[in-house]
Nanobody
Framework: QVQLVESGGGLVQAGGSLRLSCAASGSIFSINVMGWYRQAPGKQRELVALITSGGTTNYADSVKGRFTISRDNAKNTVYLRMNNLKPEDTSVYYC???????????WGQGTQVTVSS
């Protein structure tokens, strides 16, 4: 069992920055991949960025060069630094953790990010 708690969302003007945090607890040693997804009203949930236990990262084309995902294994926390935010980034952002030994996906409750023009 893994629990994920996101924080750091809020309202920011276009061009601003935010850092999202996701703290994992429970069976943390079973996690091999963590990522951030977002879902706007009426739209499909989409991958924003992911990071493996080895540090390999992947980003959606829409956020490349602006967002950075990182992982602090000592604190069992994954971060998403979002720079040069755009109104189209407005969404609920969800933390995801993927396990390997017993495959399963865990989700946080989400944190709202709103970017004003």
């Amino acid at each position: 069992q893994v629990q994920l708690v996101e924080s750091g969302g809020g309202l920011v003007q276009a061009g601003g920055s935010l850092r999202l945090s996701c703290a994992a607890s429970g069976s943390i040693f079973s996690i091999n991949v963590m990522g951030w997804y977002r879902q706007a009203p009426g739209k499909q949930r989409e991958l924003v960025a992911l990071i493996t236990s080895g540090g390999t990262t992947n980003y959606a084309d829409s956020v490349k060069g602006r967002f950075t995902i990182s992982r602090d294994n000592a604190k069992n926390t994954v971060y998403l630094r979002m720079n040069n935010l755009k109104p189209e980034d407005t969404s609920v952002y969800y933390c995801n953790a993927k396990t390997a030994i017993i495959p399963y996906n865990y989700w946080g409750q989400g944190t709202q990010v709103t970017v004003s023009s």
